[in-house]
């Protein structure tokens, strides 16, 4: 070996050693719709947060990590901000919005590439508050022309010290490596937090009740309140016989009767659709086969009954 050749191997590990583990919590914030769950799902490479074109499909704050051989991402998603809160519920998602806001140590502010609102306003000046280190992710550039893009950069630049202003589409996979590389750049150092091979802290009932409620959201239009909940009865592992799949027996719970016939639709076919469309996305996400069972059950102004949602988290 030549003295230029252990150089550079000393230089390697030298390198290396100069590279240390970052880890810590990022939260994901922002308006309602902004793509929030989108970015998650697409940076784990898993579907872990429901989506749907309706806002507040995100009722909850979700932990999602990301363990890679120098990092540890511990992605928070969060509801999207409220103006007003309309009754208990919607305060819950608030107040999961705001903990995750404190929890942090690094914020990934979304938006949509078009001038700030007070939404993004008031995030702003929370950041600012709380003195946090933020990122802009401008989502869903695929909806909009270049030369449209430069003055939203140059107004968010002005309003905020983001640390970098990242232009992104979580739907179709563009700028995911640059935010993600911009992420881990701002990380503190530190060991992990959690088990590498940890994805989430939610239950799998957790994430199968989810999984329905998404996919409520998306087969109904306005018919259906947005705020439905879905409780899990039953959930046997290899409990469903014909090759033993998993048995899941969940119940769909409505304001109202006439919700409920909507929901259920003509013969039993409406449901139908939700359950089929469901156990894809379980099964995919669990990696085992399902036998799923849906139910709709009517239960007047539950969305006011703290202990009723209460009941629906602990099941998380
Ligand atoms: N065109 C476009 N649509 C997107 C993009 N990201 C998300 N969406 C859509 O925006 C809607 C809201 O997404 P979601 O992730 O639920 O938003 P969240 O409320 O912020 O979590 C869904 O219909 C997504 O498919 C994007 O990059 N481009
Ligand atoms: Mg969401």
Known sequence: MTDDQMKDEQQVAGGAEAQPFRAGFVAIVGRANVGKSTLL???????????SPRPHTTRHKLLGVLTEEAYQVAFLDTPGYLAR??????STMVHAAADALEEADLVVLVAEPRPAGDVERRFIEQLRRLGKPAILALNKVDLVRKPRLLPVIQEYSQAHDFREVVPVSAL???????????????????????PPDTVTDRSERFLVSETIREKVYQLYGQEVPYQVAVGIDEFREGGGEEGRRDYIRATIYVDKESQKGI???AGGQALK?????ARKDIEEMLGRAV?????????????KQPHFI???LEQG
Request: proline letters at 6%; aromatic letters at 8%.
């Open 41 to 51: 799902n697409q940076l784990l490479g898993i579907k872990l947060s429901p989506v």
């Open 85 to 90: 809160s309309r009754d208990w519920l919607d």
């Open 172 to 194: 179709q996979e563009d700028g995911l490596d640059r935010l993600l590389e911009a992420v881990v750049k701002h990380l503190p150092e530190g060991e992990p937090l959690f």
């Open 263 to 265: 929901l259920v639709g």
């Open 273 to 277: 659709e939700v359950g089929v469309q």
């Open 291 to 303: 036998y799923l069972e849906l139910w709709v059950k009517t239960h007047p102004r539950w969305r």
């Open 310 to 312: 209460q009941r629906e």
